[in-house]
């Protein structure tokens, strides 16, 4: 069993090696829930000083949950990449507007990268997808490399109820088709499936 203070055991979590950054470990957050009044505001004062460089701190800044972590966590979304500002939605969803959190997914379906934020707002995107976010997807699906643009095409046909979920592995054929044919045509083949008119997005093309 780890020893020494809840503090100590959070201060030492934050030192991510390869093997925790390769796995996904987060800092320690059990040793956060037992730390005192006391030990969580030096814990505060650590992160609000380092800044949040990744969702390790957003989400012990999620769970610490105070004005001055909460105020962090707005800064972060607001200004934070792809990923911070996946991981705030996620872990601290209410310190975003509705107007705030449409802005932060469909930036991230424009530009984040697989492990990049793309992912986690992708997972997002299956409980929260207002018009605004699907357009984002079809204009995606005509504008992201060819994994990507198969990514948002298997969530759209998810969306309209034409796949059992994002990741149908009955959909599989279609999609890899985006990484080696002709787009334009395969565009129009994903809105005949999903009854949408493939002109919004097309314009003069």
């Not at 100590?8 to 800092?27: I, L, N, P, Q």
């Not at 991981?87 to 310190?95: S, T």
């Not at 530009?111 to 984002?136: C, K, M, N, R, Y």
């Not at 990741?167 to 080696?180: I, K, N, S, V």
Request: glycine share 10%; hydrophobic share 45%.
């Amino acid at each position: 069993m780890d020893s020494g203070t809840a503090f100590d055991r959070f201060v030492r979590s934050m030192a991510v090696d390869f093997e925790k950054w390769h796995d996904g470990t987060g800092y320690d957050l059990a040793a956060l829930a037992e730390a005192g009044p006391g030990e969580r505001a030096r814990i505060e004062s650590l992160l609000l000083a380092r800044g949040v460089r990744d969702w390790r701190d957003v989400e012990a800044l999620a769970a610490l949950n105070s004005p001055g972590a909460r105020q962090a966590l707005v800064k972060a979304l607001q200004h934070g990449n792809a990923e911070i500002q996946a991981a705030v939605l996620r872990c601290a969803p209410d310190v975003a507007s509705r107007e705030e959190r449409i802005a932060a997914l469909v930036s991230a379906l424009g530009s984040a990268e697989v492990f990049g934020g793309l992912t986690q707002a992708l997972l997002e995107v299956e409980e929260f997808h207002p018009p605004e976010i699907v357009d984002a997807l079809f204009r995606g699906v005509l504008e992201r490399d060819g994994a990507v643009a198969g990514e948002f095409a298997a969530m759209l046909l998810y969306l309209h109820g034409h796949a059992d979920s994002a990741y149908d592995l009955a959909q599989r054929p279609f999609l890899l088709r985006f990484q080696e044919e002709e787009r334009v045509s395969l565009f129009v083949e994903l809105c005949g499936r999903v009854g949408v008119d493939a002109g919004r997005y097309l314009g003069g093309e």
